[in-house]
């Protein structure tokens, strides 16, 4: 999959586009389980940060989204050190798709993703007004990304947690899960407005 940061859309020649349909989805977002973050070299240098007062998960790019469950455990394994933990988190999203391009919102360091914003009042429906709509509040929360191929599929249920075990050595990790206390309700507000939008202006072309 080829996505990148909605904020350098237009150093990718991104062309706005209608919105033809909306659903929830689902994205995977790893950091390290302890206050020490990230190491200061290496793999996930500069965007796993440094050491930390608490153990908030930070946002530091695109890098730590997956679109699989598998993708994210391999990037974990590749940047595993002796004592390190680490969290998946199933995080659900906003997924708006055109024609050809499609924009994923999502946010985390929060139990109710998107609920803390207002609904939609535009009256032109785009990937660009919806971009602009979710602009971040404040770091470490909301992410938006676009992509040229839209693999990403509506969300299975339920959303988990996954939390690394290592055995030393060179053993691969060993994950258990559990239910994540995340609330879907905000995420599931917007794509229930916009569907039905886009519903009753198909309504009024028959």
């Known amino acids: 999959m080829t996505w990148f940061p909605f904020e350098e859309r237009r150093e990718h020649r991104f062309r706005d586009e209608a919105v033809l349909s909306c659903y929830l989805g689902k994205v995977f977002h790893f950091c390290e389980a302890r206050n020490v973050w990230g190491p200061k070299d290496g793999l996930f240098s500069g965007f796993l940060g440094g050491r930390g007062a608490n153990r908030q998960n930070t946002y ?23 004592g390190s933990q680490w969290t998946i988190s199933e995080v659900p999203v906003l997924l708006i798709s055109g024609a050809r391009r499609s924009v994923l ?40 990304i676009t992509w040229t191929a839209a693999r990403l599929r ?53």
């Open 105 to 144: 919102v999502g946010e985390i360091n929060t139990k109710e993703p998107l609920a803390e914003f207002p609904r939609l009042t535009r009256k032109r429906l785009s990937l660009e007004v919806f971009g602009q709509h979710f602009e971040p509040r404040r770091t470490n929360s909301v992410f938006r």
């Open 60 to 82: 530091p790019g695109f890098e730590a989204l997956s679109a699989d469950l598998a993708t994210a455990k391999e990037k974990v394994g590749e940047g595993r050190k002796k």
């Open 154 to 206: 509506p969300a299975s249920l339920p959303f988990l947690l996954h939390h690394s075990r290592s055995y030393g050595g060179r053993y691969c990790f060993s994950w258990s899960a559990e239910l994540s206390e995340q609330d879907i309700g905000g995420v599931l507000r917007f794509v229930n407005r916009i569907t039905d939008r886009l519903h009753r202006e198909e309504v009024k072309r028959i």
